[in-house]
Every structure is written in structure tokens, then in C-alpha cells.
């Protein structure tokens, strides 16, 4: 029998964080309770006091947050693990937590839309500078860095460009300029991608994607290397109160178990349809990280075990082409988020990216044809003859629109 450290990820994904319990139960309890009853007033000014372990209120501390914390913690190989109200709760106690006024961040201009708002507005107010830059490029890097810059924030894949960034060479450069490096792992998830271990400090995720992966939880995890780290972050968590509930930790920790097998037909999706739309007449450009023609192709191999199941494209005709093909499809649904079971699709530029701007757009490669589709776990045939029948329908309104112009 391994050592528990040792089992494969799959196994770590269905026994990491679950703990022996009263009653012998496989699947713990939801300890739905905002407090904790203390045994005397000793006792409680005892818990208060730090000299003893237990728990007081949930907002500080809950078994069912914890266990799915310690879960996650152990599977990106960190030491623990904060669960937050959502991924941008978990963004946000990042930055509250490792920057003061007169600090510069460097951050991949290809994120998140409201992670970009967040540090061109609020943290901005409170005198936090941030220089977006392609962080594909580690020369980039380099030169945005100042001798104020404290965090090096980094996504990868990046939203919805997919492009690549070195999480190796940016830690070195970051480390050599005494700067922390965050990575926000959601698109990916530690069955695919570890970052703690390519040398970044921080890792973050939006549960609500890959790692709950069913669509019905909006919440967000911080990962840390170390005690220090852990119990500045906590602080800062406790103080601000953007924790996550036990009944969505315990969805979360049901989720993590089946995350090895989904991310495997995620990504087995993925692939297949990105190589289908690659020869699609229809399709403009694609950008997929399985694909060769992917800028950053070389760059994924050495660092993530699969490309994952994200993709994006252009069709043929601009914005106009693009609104037909997500109004068209049936067993993709049109909406935002990603990475559950079912497929989404979604135009970056009037949704998801629409707060950043268009200049802000157009410098992130995000451009108004863009579409991202979040591969679902369904058969990929299905899927491909769904996109099949949308595309048809595109090019029926081009030549008609051809027609109406000539
Ligand atoms: C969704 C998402 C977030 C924000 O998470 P929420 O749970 O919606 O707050 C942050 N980063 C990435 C890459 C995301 O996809």
C-alpha cells in the first residue's frame, strides 16, 4: 500500500480532505451551524485565546469548509487552503492580503475581465498600481517589473485567449525581483496544471468551474506554500468575512471526486472538436492548446499534463457571424462560465470581457468575432454535429447578407 502522499492523483481526488467521523459515515456531514457551543467559559475564552484547537463561529472556521479546503489544498500541493464566497472573494483577499498603498502589480493583460476591473478600480483607489502586459512573452515581464512591484499575477491559460504564459521563468524573474507570483489555475485545475510546483506562491481558483464542475456553485479557493502565508491570508478572510458556506464547500468536495475522470473527458472533447473546427471552412481562426498552431504550443507540453477543455475561435463574417452561431446551437447552451459537465458557449466582447473595454479588449487579443466554447462532458459526436448544424446556419446568413449587398 502507498503512503498516502504517494497515491495517484485520481485516488488523492476522491479520499483527500474526508476524515474518520462520529457515526462511520463514507460521505462526513454538512455542519450546517453558524456557531459552535463551547463546553464551558473557559473553554471558550481558551479557543478565543489561541491556547486550544476547536471551533468558535463559521465565518472564522467550519469542519466542512475545512475538509474541502484541506482537499484542495492537497491536490495543487499546497500547505493549506482558504475557501472564499466566490472566485473573485478569493482574488480580492489575494490582493488585500499581499498589498499595501505605493505597491505595483505586473498582471497578464489576457485575464479575467472583472479581475482586470478590480485592479483598475478598487484597488487602484487604494493606491495600488498595476502594469498589464503579455505575459507570454517573459521579456514583458521583465520590463514591467518596478522596484514597488510585489505580485507578479498571472493567468494561464488565459481568458478567453488561451494563451500560454511561462509560470517557470516568470517565478524566476519574480523571485529575482523579491516579488510573489499568483497564478489563477481555474482553467486548468491541479489535474492538469500544479503551478505551487513550477514555482509560483500563490495558486487561486473559481470553484464554480472545473473543480466544483456542475454549475451549481459560485465560490472561490486560495492555496498557499506555507504557515506564514496562510495565517496573513486568514487574517485578512476573518476581517473581511468573503467566505465560502459548508453546504457549497460540501457540493465542491463531492465534485473534486469525479475531477481526475472529468478533466480526462474534457479534454478527449476538446481536442476532438478543436482538430474538427481547425478544418472548418467556416472557421476563421482557432486557438486551442492541443492544437500545433498554437503560439504557445511548447510551452504547454513542458507545463501542463493536457490541454484542458477550453476553446476559442472566429468565424467567418465578424460579430455578426458570431451571434448567429451562438444563437444556433442547441446542445451547447448559451450562457457565461465554464468548465461543468455541460458545454457553454459565449461571445467574449458583449459578456464576459464587455467591463474591460474595447481597447483593453483588442490589446488581450479579444476580439469581436471571438467566441469561447467551455467543452462539456456529453459525446463529442453530439456536440460536433450541434456545431456543424450552427456553422451551416452562418454561412446560409453570409451569402445572404452577400446577396442583399451586391
Ligand atoms: C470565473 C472566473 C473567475 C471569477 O470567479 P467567480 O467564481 O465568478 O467569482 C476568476 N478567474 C477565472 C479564470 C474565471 O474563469
Known sequence: MKHDEDLDFSSKCVHSGIEENEFGAVVPPIYQTSTFKFKSADHGASLFAGKEKGYIYTRLANPTIEAMENAIAELEGGYKALGCASGMAAIHTVFASMLSAGDHVVCSAAVYGPTTTLLNTIMKKFGVGTTFTDTTDVGNVLNAMKPNTKVVYVETPGNPTLCISDIEEISKIAHEHNAKVVVDNTFMSPALQTPLALGADVVLHSLTKFLNGHADVVGGIVVVKDEETYTQF????????????????????????????????????????????????????????????????????????????????????????????????????????????????????????????????????????????SVGIESADDLISDLDQALAKVKEVIRHLEKTEA
Not at 261 to 284: F, G, S
Not at 289 to 295: C, D, I
Not at 301 to 310: E, N, Y
Request: glycine share 12%.
Open 234 to 373: 486568514r487574517k485578512v478572510l476573518n476581517q473581511t468575512g468573503g467566505v465560502i458556506d459548508p453546504f457549497n464547500s460540501f457540493l465542491v468536495h463531492r465534485g473534486l471526486k469525479t475531477l481526475a475522470i472529468r478533466m480526462e473527458k474534457h479534454t478527449e472533447n476538446a481536442q476532438k472538436i478543436a482538430e474538427w473546427l481547425e478544418k472548418h471552412p467556416m472557421v476563421k481562426s482557432i486557438r486551442y492548446p492541443g492544437l500545433k498552431s498554437h503560439p504557445n504550443y511548447e510551452v504547454g507540453l513542458r507545463q501542463h499534463k493536457a490541454p484542458g477543455g477550453m476553446i476559442t475561435f472566429e468565424v467567418e463574417g465578424g460579430i455578426e457571424a458570431g451571434k448567429v452561431l451562438i444563437g444556433s446551437v442547441k446542445l451547447c447552451q448559451l450562457a457565461v462560465s465554464l468548465g461543468g459537465v455541460e458545454s457553454l458557449i459565449e461571445h467574449p466582447a458583449s459578456m464576459t470581457h464587455f467591463s474591460m473595454g474595447k481597447d483593453a479588449r483588442l490589446a488581450a487579443g479579444i476580439t469581436d468575432g471571438l467566441v469561447r466554447i
